[in-house]
């Protein structure tokens, strides 16, 4: 599916909401989730501070919820334009009642011209035979649909936004539930193609896509959490993170799209550090968290001109190589990418490997550190190397250390795969057992290519502390948490220690400036790096 911006003017609120210093019209909805009405209103007040546009009030979250007392006050005291819900369980919310109690306190919220109310499809039509069709155009229904369970077809959502249209919604809502990265694509196809206003979601954390990008393909609103960990729905990001992190006012119709394309994903710092940086040089592109199950089908589905640029991480560099329309040589030779490259001209993807470079430059710099003086040619000259890992990180390492002149041995779960790179780069293979008591020579250095270690299994590592003595210096391509038990007991066995932190800000220089032809900011990067590690 290829999906590209759209280019009509997206509907305008007239709810009291300002528009002015925006790239889209697309709102940020605050969901309360209060079991207080008191609580509620504090709620909406710390969005109106967070700056949403608007908020959501869940009656059905309240405990002890009376409508002709508590809907004068939620409404009398709110401070942004609100959105009443009171979702029943039967379309995923936690309302178990009298359904004729349910649209009376609905019907009420239209009495007291609240500015929008939601009704679920299922009983749209009851719901309007019960007001006589009649309410204050200030009043803006919205009428939603919640599929718990998959998002469909590009077809069946299509019909479902014309019945949802055809009831008498002013505003369409759809939610479904993201089982792929793919399943949002259908939903922004949608936004895209509407020519009334329209909420798309897709929840889950496979679904940010559809909660960001819709500022781009032309979403009436996204729905953000007040509070960190307090979500009305999976996958939903926080008022903050779409405002600080995705900088969601400046996402508008010519933004192109990046992200770090992996499984798992959530502990990236990359969109931290990319919108930063994409920000402060007036770059107007957003990067994003790709929780990608198979490369292919992602790429073949986001095909566009407007999704640009990736990096690679665990699991998917060497699948990306593959969907590769052309390969850059160095990375031809490791057999993996950390970064593709989306050509403008024809849409061909171009992969190169930027891994070694960073990593090797910071093991170098670290190796001249502990000498104490200048040398003459590469630190790593001569050494021994040993790379644990033989995917894309470690075919990264191996090959970098082999092209500065080091001697290079591959420990990895699987020997054959370990004997394969070793012959690769001419060096020696062992399984990751033979760790322990593998220390032909004092002074070698270590570098852990896996995910052994990082979060949240923190507690793990593939080389017991005693067998680190015999190491001069230790690398660890992990970066959350920055310093892992391998790097920390490293350390306490004398060695010197180079964090995974430097190969990531080495080779994202590198990237920026791939991406965006603009110098990379280097202070501002790490100092985003640091903030967030």
């Known amino acids: 599916m290829t999906i590209s911006s759209r280019n009509s003017a997206p509907f305008q609120c007239d709810a009291g909401i300002r528009n002015e210093g925006r790239r889209n019209s697309t709102l940020i909805c605050g969901s309360t989730t209060a079991e207080t009405v008191e609580g509620m209103v504090f709620e909406m007040v710390k969005a109106k501070e967070l700056g949403a546009d608007l908020v959501e009030a869940r009656l059905d979250l309240l405990k ?63 719901f309007y035979n019960g007001i006589g069709w009649k309410k204050a155009e200030s009043v803006k229904m919205v009428v ?82 007040i509070e960190d960990g307090a979500v009305s729905s999976p996958g939903q990001p926080t008022i903050k993170e779409l405002l600080d992190l995705y900088n969601f006012r400046h996402i508008g119709v010519d933004t192109k799209v990046h992200g770090v394309i992996g499984n798992p994903i959530s502990h990236s710092k990359s969109p931290h550090l990319y919108n930063a940086a994409f920000k402060s040089m007036g ?8 929780l990608v199950d198979n490369v292919s089908d992602f790429l073949s589905t986001y095909s566009s001109l407007d999704f640009v640029g990736y990096s690679y991480t665990i699991p998917h560099k060497v699948d990306g190589l593959r969907c590769c ?8 030779a ?41 040398m003459s040619g590469s630190p790593l000259y001569g050494k ?41 780069v001419g060096g020696k293979a062992i399984t990751l057992s033979e760790l322990e008591n593998f220390h032909p020579e004092q002074g070698m250095i270590l570098a852990n290519a896996t ?42 066995v004398g060695a010197a220690i180079v964090y995974g932190t430097e190969m990531f800000i080495n080779q994202a220089f590198v990237q920026f400036e791939r991406f965006t032809r603009l110098p990379a900011p280097k202070q501002l990067m790490r100092d985003v790096l640091a903030r967030n590690t």
């Open 451 to 492: 995910s052994v270690g990082m979060e949240p299994k923190i507690h793990q590592s593939l080389v017991p502390k005693e067998a680190l003595k015999h190491y001069s210096l230790v690398f660890d391509a992990i970066y959350t948490p920055k310093l892992t038990r391998l790097l920390r007991e490293a350390r306490e």
């Open 144 to 225: 939603s649909s919640h599929n718990l369970e998959n998002t469909p077809s590009v077809e069946e959502i299509g019909n479902l936004a014309a019945t949802i249209q055809a009831s008498g919604a002013d505003i369409v809502k759809i939610t479904t539930t993201a089982l792929d990265i793919t399943d949002s694509a259908r939903l922004l196809q949608l936004l895209l193609h509407s020519q009334v206003p329209m909420i798309g979601i897709a929840v889950g954390e496979k679904g940010i896509l559809s909660r960001v990008l819709c500022a781009k393909f032309g979403g009436f609103l996204t729905f953000g959490s």
């Open 334 to 374: 490791i057999g993996a990418i950390s970064c593709m490259i989306r050509r403008p001209s024809n849409g061909k993807l171009i992969g190169y490997n930027m891994d070694y470079l960073g990593a090797i430059a910071a093991i170098e710099e670290r190796l001249q550190d502990s000498n104490g003086r200048s």
């Open 64 to 126: 002890d919820f009376h409508p002709t007392q508590h809907l004068p006050f939620l409404i009398n005291n709110r401070p942004l334009p609100i959105l009443i819900s009171y979702r029943p369980i039967w379309e995923g919310g936690k309302y178990e009642g009298d359904e004729t109690k349910r649209q009376e306190a609905l019907r009420l919220a239209i009495d007291l011209e609240c500015e929008f109310v939601e009704v679920e499809l299922k009983v749209a039509h009851e």
């Open 325 to 332: 329309d052309e390969v850059d040589p160095v990375a031809k």
């Open 384 to 424: 021994l190397f040993v790379v644990i890992g033989a995917g894309g990180a470690g075919k990264a390492l191996a090959f970098g250390g082999k092209q500065k002149g080091a001697r290079i041995v591959v420990a990895n779960r699987t020997y054959s795969k370990a004997q394969e790179l070793a012959n690769r």
């Open 283 to 290: 770059f107007d592109g957003v990067y994003m968290p790709f």
